[in-house]
């Protein structure tokens, strides 16, 4: 009997996953514990081992395929003997030669009214208009779109009707070369422009005044002029949960202004006594512990919001934003409160190398319970960050500069650095927040208060 190899569900939140690489190939002995594939997640490329015996049989996705559902199945076990193995593809690896017709596509993202800044969909609809049926010839045809046009039925896409009304295209004059002859997209690229169906309000040469997300690439640039690039697992999760975490949350910053050069020559010291062990620690791992020391000192701050209640955390997890190909990462400095600075360091660049590979663990990037996002190297002097959920509160660092203060009734210079904290309101009120960067300040410009 066939035994089926299903994609793993390699973290909680996992809903799909890329199929990067086979490494094994059709009549191969398997047992447990061989890898047998790499399966790209929405954070990371993981290794995927063999839980049963047996020879590989089927290959039912091919590498490179997108969206795999977990618990889909990917490729089929059987015995020694059991059973003849399907026809190998022309390179003999028995893997399919076109497209996984095994995995469950997603259906394409229906167009918007309103507009909105994201051109995430466009991508989708574009590439999906008048090719469903060439892509899966056993799939059944859609049903055409019937319009009525100046007392006439036609048969024309949705997307073919919003482009002729915006280019003046007479869709009566066209002769549709999609499935049951319906008029398709490049139908009417290909026709002559005019003014007759333009958009009431839009400008001369076809640009409307509303621009739809679905089909902003092919309203306002030509084909020729862009490179689509197709989102990635971290790109497409990324979009999705900062999208949630921006409208559904109710959050508000709060922006201080800190003077570090006491945490500075503080650093410098502290790299110089460390020197001969290798120890470096940079102004960042600084404020990861600040951060989880000001946590400590006001509880109720370090918390998430439930359909439950208020998950108040017993320990400071702090995420730090890495900027990674395709995205961004939040590797997770864990019960930051208990270690030391050199600890810290470590970590931070054991973290950050493997992110960057995309070799984290789940449990590596997920639990944080506060974040902290690092922008001051580029040069930026303050900014404010989406909350990560369920976290209930970021920290937005800008560029250390030198600054003219007033101290004591007179002007002097001194090393400032803007910071913004973000807070959801529904666990971190106004007060709290102040209370936390109050502390945080005092960490930051007295370093030596870390130690007590």
């Not at 007479?170 to 999609?178: F, I, N, P, V």
């Given at each position: 009997m066939p035994i089926p190899i299903t994609m793993p569900a390699l973290s909680p939140t996992m809903e799909e996953g890329n199929l990067a690489k086979w490494h094994v190939k059709v009549g191969d002995k398997v047992k447990p514990g061989d890898i047998i594939a790499e399966i790209e997640t929405d954070k990371a490329t993981?290794?995927?081992?063999?839980v049963d015996e047996g020879v590989v049989s089927k290959l039912l996705v091919a590498e490179g395929a997108q969206g795999v559902k977990?618990?889909?199945?990917?490729?089929?076990l059987t015995g020694e003997g059991e059973g003849p193995s399907p026809a190998k593809d022309a390179k003999g690896n028995g893997a399919p030669k076109a497209e996984p017709t095994k995995v469950e596509a997603k259906p394409a993202a229906a167009p918007v009214k309103a507009p909105a800044p994201s051109t995430a969909p466009a991508a989708t609809v574009v590439q999906s208009e008048g090719r469903s049926s060439e892509a899966h010839p056993g799939a059944p045809r859609p049903a055409p779109s019937v319009v009525a046009v100046s007392g006439q039925r036609i048969k024309a896409s949705p997307l073919a009707k919003r482009l002729a009304k915006t280019e003046g295209v007479?869709?009566?004059?066209?002769?549709?070369?999609?499935p049951y002859g319906r008029i398709?997209?490049?139908?009417?690229?290909?026709a002559p422009k005019g003014r007759a169906g333009q958009v009431p309000g839009a400008p001369q040469g076809g640009v409307p005044s509303l621009i739809e997300?679905?089909?902003?690439?092919?309203?306002?640039?030509?084909?020729?002029?862009?490179?689509?690039?197709?989102?990635?697992?971290?790109?497409?999760?990324?979009?999705?949960r900062l999208t949630q975490s921006f409208m559904q949350v109710p959050h508000f910053p709060l922006t201080i202004d800190l003077e570090i050069d006491h945490l500075l020559s503080a650093r410098v010291r502290i790299n110089e006594a460390g020197q001969a062990a290798g120890v470096k620690i940079s102004v960042n791992d600084m404020l990861i512990k600040a951060c989880a020391m000001a946590l400590m000192a006001q509880p109720d701050a370090n918390a998430s919001y439930t359909d439950k209640g208020v998950a108040l955390h017993k320990s400071a997890h702090v995420s730090v934003a890495v900027a990674i190909p395709g995205g961004l990462i939040t590797p997770v400095v864990r019960d930051a409160q208990t270690k030391g600075l050199a600890q810290i360091a470590a970590e931070?660049?054991?973290?950050?190398?493997?992110?960057?590979e995309r070799k984290l663990k789940p449990q590596e990037y997920m639990g944080g319970t506060f974040s902290i996002s690092n922008l001051g190297m580029f040069g930026i002097k303050d900014f404010a960050s989406i909350i990560?959920?369920?976290e209930g509160m970021i920290l937005s660092v800008g560029a250390g500069e030198k600054r003219p203060v007033v101290k004591d009734d007179k002007i002097v210079i001194a090393t400032m650095m803007s910071v913004t904290l973000t807070c959801d309101h529904r666990v971190v009120d106004g007060a709290t927040g102040a209370k936390w960067l109050a502390h945080f300040k005092?960490?930051?410009?007295?370093?030596?208060?870390?130690?007590?």
């Open positions: 993981m290794e995927v081992e063999a977990v618990n889909a199945v990917i490729a089929e007479d869709l009566l004059a066209l002769k549709g070369s999609g398709i997209k490049s139908d009417v690229l290909k997300p679905a089909i902003l690439d092919e309203r306002v640039y030509h084909p020729d002029t862009f490179e689509l690039i197709p989102l990635d697992g971290v790109r497409k999760v990324t979009a999705k931070m660049k054991d973290l950050a190398a493997r992110a960057r990560n959920q369920p005092q960490f930051v410009e007295t370093p030596e208060a870390m130690l007590l």
